[in-house]
């Protein structure tokens, strides 16, 4: 799912292209997409675009008249810039706006359409549809520790809560607590205010970065390749693969669709966490520290025949 820094870069260049411009039509492909009914979409049409913002991870196209298009990409919605009058993709295209120096396409890779569109008029339709947490990049101190604190969750589910904090997804969330050197499941009621403090710096420390990185590989081209894997993440989507900070294997627990991505050695103190599935899979004989694990790898290993390797 894009998340804040890929929506800032979808922001930066889709403010140089139709900031200003006006929006000549919208061609909708998938009955799916569009979410409300008044006002009519239609209404869009022939609108120029006075600003483009973000409300957490959805962008928000201001019209004049008060007129705004609320568009969440949810997991796999991706946007193209595409010349004027570009179709809309087979099987994968959802949408285009035209405007008279190219059109955006919307395309959703998946078959769960879960994309949408809300089109709505006034301010406070567009709040309705803010879940409510706070900007993570505007936070001081003492926003950051009550919105962790006001409910008992675990920090990778407290950071990926949008009723507490905007625009962070899976991804990001464990880039920030590898950064910050903190378990994924230490529950936000039990952080002190210093561990608190080192959060917020690690969490605003890793967007920017993000947000910098993706915009400079970019550059003036329209971003295309907007995905939550990247090699040069730290921990996300890198099970297996040596942390860069201490080269221990980077572990995972996996659960409903998402997984959490951490450093035993830098963020657990060396204590493996288990997920549901496989601690009731191997009960007793789950290993409980990095340790315990590399020692039972390492014994399979020189208890394998030397035929076999």
């Known amino acids: 799912m894009p998340e804040l820094p ?8 889709l403010r140089r292209r139709v900031a200003g411009e006006v929006l000549e039509r919208v061609r909708v492909a998938s009955p799916f997409l569009v979410r409300s009914f008044d006002p009519p979409l239609k209404d869009a049409s022939g609108r120029r675009v006075v600003s483009l913002r973000r409300v957490g991870k959805r962008l928000v196209f201001d019209l004049d008249g008060d007129l705004h298009l609320v568009l969440h990409l949810m997991v796999a919605g991706r946007l193209r810039w595409r010349p004027p009058g570009a179709p809309v993709p087979a099987k994968v295209g959802l949408a285009a ?20 569109l809300h089109v709505v008029r006034g301010e406070d339709a567009v709040r309705a549809l803010d879940p409510g947490g706070i900007e993570p990049m505007d936070a001081d101190v003492e926003g950051f520790a009550a919105a962790l604190r006001r409910e008992n969750h675990t920090i990778k589910r407290a950071l990926t809560d949008p009723r507490l904090l905007s625009g962070i997804g899976n ?27 080192r959060l917020l710096d690690a969490t605003q420390a890793t967007l920017r970065e993000w947000t910098e990185r993706l915009a400079l590989d970019v550059g003036d081209d329209f971003p295309e390749k907007v995905t939550a894997f990247r090699d040069e993440m730290a921990v996300h989507g890198r099970y297996k693969k040596p942390c860069p900070r201490c080269g221990a294997p980077v572990q995972r627990i996996a659960y409903a669709e998402n997984e959490a991505n951490y450093c035993a050695r830098c963020q657990t103190g060396g204590k493996l966490l288990a997920d549901r599935g496989l601690s009731r899979l191997l009960k007793g004989d789950w290993p409980r ?8 790898m390492r014994r399979a290993k020189d208890s394998m025949d030397p035929r076999d390797t």
């Open 171 to 197: 991804a990001y969330s464990d880039e920030i607590l590898w950064r910050a050197q903190m378990s994924p499941v230490r529950l936000t009621q039990k952080m002190a205010d210093d561990e608190i403090a």
């Open 289 to 296: 520290t990095l340790d315990e694990l590399e020692t039972r």
């Open 6 to 13: 890929d929506v800032e870069v979808y922001l930066l260049h």
């Open 97 to 116: 706006f035209d405007f008279a120096a190219g059109t955006l396409v919307l395309t959703e890779a998946s078959t769960k359409k879960r994309a949408s």
